[in-house]
Nanobody
Framework: QVQLVESGGGLVQAGGSLRLSCAAS????????MGWFRQAPGKERELVAA????????YYLDSVKGRFTIARDNAKNTLYLQMNSLKPEDTAVYSC?????????????????????WGQGTQVTVSA
């Protein structure tokens, strides 16, 4: 059974940092395009950061460029999102996701429907 489990969320003051982890089990996710999404109350889910299956093509939402970094540790089968200089508008539930099969390609998956596996999410709250 494939599972993605996020951790690392919490309450932080503006300007602070958090590192989110997404531990995968049930299969090895090397070669899979993966991403981090977030959803704030009353807003649509949006893609925050993603990596292609080959790992050489990262994507970042404009509002997080220069502050967030997506990384993958294949040995640990874990995806990370390092978030620095956090702002109150970053407050949301953050979820990791993976495509259905390893593409090993350089194309980043940008749409929700391109991801099949999802974690339950972790709450990130940034106070002013």
């Amino acid at each position: 059974q494939v599972q993605l489990v996020e951790s690392g969320g919490g309450l932080v003051q503006a300007g602070g940092s958090l590192r989110l982890s997404c531990a995968a089990s049930g299969r090895t996710f090397s070669g899979y395009a993966m991403g981090w999404f977030r959803q704030a109350p009353g807003k649509e889910r949006e893609l925050v950061a993603a990596r292609s299956g080959s790992g050489d093509t990262p994507y970042y939402l404009d509002s997080v460029k220069g502050r967030f970094t997506i990384a993958r540790d294949n040995a640990k089968n874990t995806l990370y999102l390092q978030m620095n200089s956090l702002k109150p508008e970053d407050t949301a539930v953050y979820s990791c996701a993976a495509e259905s099969l390893p593409s090993w390609g350089s194309r980043v998956r940008l749409r929700v429907y391109e991801y099949i596996y999802w974690g339950q999410g972790t709450q990130v709250t940034v106070s002013a």
